[in-house]
Nanobody
Framework: QVQLVESGGGSVQAGGSLRLSCPTS???????MGWWRQAPGKEREAITT???????WYADSVKGRFIVSRDNAEKIMYLQMSSLNVEDTAMYYC??????????????????WGQGTQVTVPS
């Protein structure tokens, strides 16, 4: 099974920034992609999606602070995170689907997942 490999996580002070990357060069085709996160003791939640035309959706919790982008030529997706706070501490996962360009918020519709990269904002 093809796995995505996220990178760019780490520990950053409140108010800081990080950029996550998710290359998809190993996949035959990707249409909708997105980022999910899971904090300790909480369910995995979708935070942003981007379709093949770079149309985006953001969860209210990250809107105005996070920016998702994709480079179709380089086959890579990014998540620029700014104004990070303690509530952003979580494991961040990238996901991609090749079957449809519809950006569902239901995780099971995404065929490809990364193993996650940890983002920590100390209190």
């Amino acid at each position: 099974q093809v796995q995505l490999v996220e990178s760019g996580g780490g520990s950053v002070q409140a108010g800081g920034s990080l950029r996550l990357s998710c290359p998809t060069s190993g996949l035959p085709q990707t249409r909708c992609m997105g980022w999910w996160r899971q904090a300790p003791g909480k369910e995995r939640e979708a935070i942003t999606t981007i379709d093949g035309e770079s149309r985006t959706w953001y969860a209210d919790s990250v809107k105005g602070r996070f920016i998702v982008s994709r480079d179709n030529a380089e086959k890579i997706m990014y998540l620029q995170m700014s104004s990070l706070n303690v509530e952003d501490t979580a494991m961040y996962y990238c996901a991609a689907r090749s079957s449809s360009d519809y950006c569902s918020l239901v995780a099971r519709f995404y065929e490809y997942w990364g193993q996650g990269t940890q983002v920590t904002v100390p209190s």
